[in-house]
């Protein structure tokens, strides 16, 4: 029976390297096996299957719910639709991190739903912070090819030794290298995943220009699909217990396929609206892990001129955005 269970491996992973590696087919687990409710009362929800929960926010508070283990490297993925309608200063959080257990000096992997007037689309922050470097932040802003509030879709968080992956529907975004001069700001401690929805009215629109409205309320932001696929550490012994097949998994997924890196070029291209590596008010000396490719720079000063170290230029009128379509890698994108 191992050595069949390790064939199937075998044979999983052999085909993700060939076809550009897939995020299916992962085990999930249920809500009462593998999570605890963090805050919020009544506005988190578990259904009757135990593998689907329903975050609500409304006038008297937000909802969230952590891992009952902390892990350290694995794939952690879940499916969410997120609220409709006008939405501007909702958050939702779907992120690692040991700030609990590490106060001055914790590590996090951030995604961050951004929510947005009536019309606007809602928007994807993605943050990494390793060793309490809180003052560095290294976030990365997009929109989707989608529209997150019409159906469930997939955001998965890869995390190894030596990579930090985002992928949204099986499509690395955003990827993340260790390099030696990054130091401690590379997330390396155990860290628990978190999954939350609040009221970001501060920050989270347009710099907090536009506020949570709860004439609209209540916000209710569902997930399934919830995937803890990774290496528990021991409470006792603070040791990760990482069995064979996550391991293997964790390696492969980490090595993105030529076919996945021309979508995620593409994704970046079309998607991108920020990213800290060309913030010249921020950061007047690139970040040490910064590739800087000039013609991304060039675009990105589109849509902050100021904050991009250009000036303001006018926008030519006229018809200039294409439907969305499938993320299949293609230039219709």
């Given at each position: 029976?191992?050595?069949?269970?390790?064939?199937?491996?075998?044979?999983?992973?052999?085909?993700?390297?060939?076809?550009?590696?897939?995020?299916?087919?992962?085990?999930?687990?249920?809500?009462?096996?593998?999570?605890?409710?963090?805050?919020?009362?009544?506005?988190?929800?578990?259904?009757?299957?135990?593998?689907?929960?329903?975050?609500?926010?409304?006038?008297?508070?937000g909802s969230g719910?952590?891992?009952?283990?902390?892990?350290?490297?694995?794939?952690?993925?879940?499916?969410?639709?997120?609220?409709?309608?006008?939405?501007?200063?909702?958050?939702?959080?779907?992120?690692?991190?040991?700030?609990?257990?590490?106060?001055?000096?914790?590590?996090?992997?951030?995604?961050?739903?951004?929510?947005?007037?009536?019309?606007?689309?809602?928007?994807?922050?993605?943050?990494?912070?390793?060793?309490?470097?809180?003052?560095?932040?290294?976030?990365?802003?997009?929109?989707?090819?989608?529209?997150?509030?019409?159906?469930?879709?997939?955001?998965?968080?890869?995390?190894?030794?030596?990579?930090i992956i985002f992928?949204?529907?099986?499509?690395?975004?955003?990827?993340?290298?260790?390099?030696?001069?990054?130091?401690?700001?590379?997330?390396?401690?155990?860290?628990?995943?978190?999954?939350?929805?609040?009221?970001?009215?501060?920050?989270?629109?347009?710099?907090?220009?536009?506020?949570?409205?709860?004439?609209?309320?209540?916000?209710?932001a569902r997930f399934?699909?919830?995937?803890?696929?990774?290496?528990?550490?021991?409470?006792?012994?603070?040791?990760?217990?990482?069995?064979?097949?996550?391991?293997?998994?964790?390696?492969?997924?980490?090595?993105?396929?030529?076919?996945?890196?021309?979508?995620?070029?593409?994704?970046?291209?079309?998607?991108?609206?920020?990213?800290?590596?060309?913030?010249?008010?921020?950061?007047?000396?690139?970040?040490?892990?910064?590739?800087?490719?000039?013609?991304?720079?060039?675009?990105?000063?589109?849509?902050?001129?100021?904050?991009?170290?250009?000036?303001?230029?006018?926008?030519?009128?006229?018809?200039?955005?294409?439907?969305?379509?499938?993320?299949?890698?293609?230039?219709?994108?």
């Amino acid at each position: 029976m191992e050595t069949l269970s390790r064939l199937l491996v075998f044979i999983s992973l052999f085909s993700g390297l060939v076809s550009g590696f897939t995020l299916q087919n992962l085990p999930i687990t249920s809500f009462e096996e593998s999570y605890t409710q963090l805050f919020g009362d009544k506005n988190l929800f578990v259904h009757k299957d135990g593998k689907s929960v329903r975050l609500t926010l409304d006038e008297r508070t937000g909802s969230g719910f952590v891992s009952n283990d902390l892990y350290l490297h694995g794939l952690f993925s879940a499916s969410i639709k997120l609220p409709s309608d006008y939405s501007a200063g909702v958050v939702v959080a779907f992120y690692m991190s040991n700030g609990d257990t590490y106060e001055k000096n914790h590590d996090e992997i951030d995604f961050e739903f951004l929510g947005n007037i009536r019309g606007r689309e809602w928007r994807i922050q993605t943050n990494i912070y390793g060793n309490g470097s809180t003052h560095l932040g290294r976030e990365e802003r997009c929109n989707l090819w989608f529209d997150p509030t019409e159906d469930y879709h997939q955001y998965s968080i890869l995390w190894s030794d030596s990579h930090i992956i985002f992928y949204v529907d099986n499509v690395p975004i955003r990827e993340v290298k260790r390099t030696s001069s990054m130091g401690g700001d590379f997330p390396s401690k155990p860290m628990s995943l978190y999954t939350t929805i609040w009221d970001g009215s501060k920050w989270a629109t347009y710099g907090g220009k536009y506020g949570v409205n709860y004439k609209y309320a209540p916000y209710i932001a569902r997930f399934s699909d919830l995937v803890l696929h990774g290496c528990p550490v021991d409470p006792m012994s603070q040791f990760p217990k990482c069995d064979e097949g996550a391991t293997e998994y964790i390696r492969a997924a980490q090595e993105i396929s030529p076919s996945q890196r021309a979508k995620m070029e593409v994704f970046r291209r079309k998607h991108m609206t920020y990213s800290y590596c060309y913030d010249r008010t921020r950061y007047k000396v690139y970040l040490p892990e910064c590739v800087v490719n000039p013609a991304e720079a060039q675009r990105l000063r589109v849509y902050d001129p100021v904050t991009f170290g250009g000036t303001p230029r006018r926008r030519r009128s006229g018809k200039h955005r294409s439907k969305r379509s499938r993320m299949d890698g293609t230039e219709s994108i």
